[in-house]
């Protein structure tokens, strides 16, 4: 016998932390909500794990921060290479002082169970949504592959939390920007005896086996256990594509830190890309909203999008107890938050992707006075951990080049 249509207030694709963010925060906002993933959890996701102190804010809205925290926490980020190690403490801000560090398949189970606790969730697994059904630019219906079976969801409003390459997203007319700037990235983890440090490391300088400069970057982050999850990245344009194979170097930078870092053999490698800055159109129809990486809501800077995915959850929730013409609302709402960091943040990114720039800025950067001062400065806008309220020198200077580029700048974000 085929099954009843079913009716809801919300509808969430996708159940990365995204997605299950805004399942919880759209229980809690009243709402009936269907929260489908194509995958059955514990699943994988290619990831650095890192969360930083603006993740474990968002974090606290959860109410899942001591959860996390309580297993491992870290201090900031230690910057490796051109002659220096830099550390650069979390600093104070209203995102707090605390990192973590979780494994996708443990952190995206958590949060997803959590969400699936709160009164007014319903969760399917194994559920892929197919293909939206629209009438005048609304989805009507949502056909959705539930186990064998095929399932018709008729839900008031959609959010699109499908991730990375948003195949639900593309069907509703989302476009990706990759002459804007974009990440390639691999991973995997080792066991090691050092898997307490607690810093997030980063090495600035990569070298291949013949000791070739690479255009890339490679962190070592600690997971509190017997585990490090290991990983290099590339940033990229249409133009500039970064002409690096990740696995490889991610096993020959491996190798480079075995005997420091105490590393057994690398396992579980995979590699995918990161959308960033916003360079996505299309963003919001007139009940739908994509949120996370759908929206490429990545920072140019250091990659982190676990952070901005569990934001976009809140703020999309909240822009439905406002308003119902989200089309308008939800691009605009975008750029009000996020728009001038993220222009500058791409601009600044878009400058590493020339091959002279580090080898030259590198050295001036990680030693003597530029280790001291401008490292520890650079990792806080790198982790975008000024606020609007914050008035010393260093947010200062960032806020008055945000407002300038503002003027100038009419590259594709979120249009
Ligand atoms: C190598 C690498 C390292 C990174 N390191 C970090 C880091 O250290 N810290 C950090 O903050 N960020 C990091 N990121 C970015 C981070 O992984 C993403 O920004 C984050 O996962 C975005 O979450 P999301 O919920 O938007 O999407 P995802 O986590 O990708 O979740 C999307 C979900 O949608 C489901 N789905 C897809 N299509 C459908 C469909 N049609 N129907 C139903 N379900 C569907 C998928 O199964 C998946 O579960 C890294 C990314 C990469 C690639």
Redesign the pocket.
């Known amino acids: 016998m085929a099954h009843p249509d079913v009716a809801v207030d919300v509808l969430i ?7 299950s963010a805004a399942a919880y925060h759209a229980a809690h906002a009243g709402q009936s909500v269907l929260l ?4 059955s959890f514990p ?1 994988d ?8 102190p603006r ?1 474990i804010k968002e974090l606290h809205s959860l109410h899942l921060a001591h959860q996390v925290t309580s297993r491992y926490r870290n201090q900031g980020l230690f910057l490796h290479g051109y002659g220096g190690d830099v550390q650069a403490p979390w600093p104070e801000s209203t995102f707090g002082r605390l990192g973590s560090a979780m494994k ?1 398949r443990d952190f ?1 189970t958590l949060l997803f169970r959590h969400a699936q606790q709160q009164d007014g969730v319903d969760t399917w697994e194994n ?4 293909s939206p059904q629209l009438y005048a630019g609304r989805i009507e219906q949502v056909e959705v592959r539930h186990g064998g079976e095929i399932r018709m969801v008729r839900p008031r409003m959609v959010l699109v ?8 997203g593309r069907k509703l007319g989302r476009q990706w920007h990759r002459e804007q700037v974009y ?1 390639i ?3 995997a983890y080792c066991t090691t005896a050092r898997g307490d440090d607690p810093w997030m490391h980063s090495h600035v300088e990569l070298r291949d086996e013949q000791g070739h400069l690479q255009p890339g970057y490679g962190w070592i ?1 600690p997971l509190g256990s017997d585990e490090v999850n290991i ?1 290099c ?1 590339a940033l990229s344009t249409a133009a500039r594509p970064a002409q690096i194979n990740t696995k490889k170097l991610l096993l020959s930078y491996a190798a480079q830190q075995r005997e420091h870092w105490q590393l057994e053999p690398s396992r579980e490698i995979a ?4 959308p960033m800055g916003g360079a996505i159109s299309s963003v919001a129809g007139a009940n739908w909203m994509l ?4 929206a490429a ?2 920072n140019p800077l250091n ?7 569990m934001e976009s959850a809140r703020l999309a929730v909240e822009l439905m107890g406002h308003t119902s013409r989200v089309r308008e609302a939800w691009p605009r709402l975008l750029r009000e938050h996020y728009g001038e960091s993220f222009r500058l943040a791409r601009r600044l990114a878009r400058v590493l992707t020339y091959p002279q720039f580090l080898p030259a800025a590198g050295p001036v950067a990680m030693r003597g006075i530029g280790g001291r001062v401008l490292m520890p400065a650079a990792a806080r806008l790198m982790g975008n951990l000024i606020t609007d309220s914050d008035r010393d020198l260093v947010a200062r200077v960032w806020h008055g080049a945000q407002r300038s580029l503002g003027w100038v700048d009419d590259t594709p974000l979120w249009d």
């Open positions: 694709v996708g159940a990365g932390p995204a997605g489908i993933d194509a995958a699943r996701k290619t990831c650095g794990d890192g969360l930083t993740a996708r995206d559920a892929e949504a197919l939390a499908d991730g990375v390459r948003s195949s639900f990440g990235a691999a991973r982050f990983g990245g590699s995918a890309l990161l949120l996370g990486d759908a809501l990545v990659g982190e999008g676990i952070d901005y995915g």
